[in-house]
């Protein structure tokens, strides 16, 4: 699943080819819109909150997406279009009179709604690093208010921190010495948020999910994903747990036995 700082680089990309112009095509090729045009309908803002897109219109409108695990957005130049083949796959097509026109595609949410009315849809969110109101004070609140639940669970809850994806939750928790099941009580919680926020707003807008800063193949993540290979500070071969079914907290989780040892219980 994009994590936040996927959906706040595609929120630019979006912006640059669309605000501030009107659409010659606004169509919502889903069943609870499936009247609804934003036809001549003028593009105000892109903004995120989390792994939330928010685009609004002139007008008092907003278009609420999100890719969870099987949705993008493409944006083809002026005169050109998205193959036919691929059309049938497009949630919401936006094309700008005399510009670019950018698909949202297999999009698995698609809200149309009054703009005051935002907060129906991310009202529930915690603070998001990638936003102007951000708050560490209040994201550490929010975490420490389960001190026995596990560490990675705590940052995976989007009404913590909002942006945090599994990448995200795995690599902090190398970076700090931590054991995903370390309960949060034990953990030095205002030091994991400062990190993560650092790291997130980096990721965001230089070197994409880049957590070791090697480029190379195989080397930018510190144990997402590299089951089965060496650590790349110690050498131990790095762990995985697959992820439990019915269990959000407990999604697939990886990390080194020597760096982060679990908590020895007395």
Known sequence: MPEGDSVFRLAARLRKSLDGRTLK???LRVPAHATDTLDGAQVKE???HGKHLLTRFEGGLTLHTHLRM????TVTAPGRKLPRTLLPDARVILEVDGGPTAYGMHLPVVHLLPTGAEGDVVGHLGPDPLRN???AQEAVRR???DPERR?????????NIAGFGNLWANELCFLRGVHPDTPVGDADVPAMVDLGARCLRF???QAHQVTTGSLRRGEKHWVAGRAGRPCLRCGTTILVRAEVAGDPGRRRTWWCPRCQPPRSVS
């Open 25 to 27: 095509r606004g169509e």
């Open 46 to 48: 892109h903004v995120t």
């Open 70 to 73: 099987q949705g993008s957005w």
């Open 133 to 135: 109101d951000w708050s």
């Open 143 to 145: 975490v420490r208010q």
């Open 151 to 159: 560490v990675a669970a705590a940052l995976l809850d989007q009404r």
């Open 203 to 205: 990721s965001a807008t």
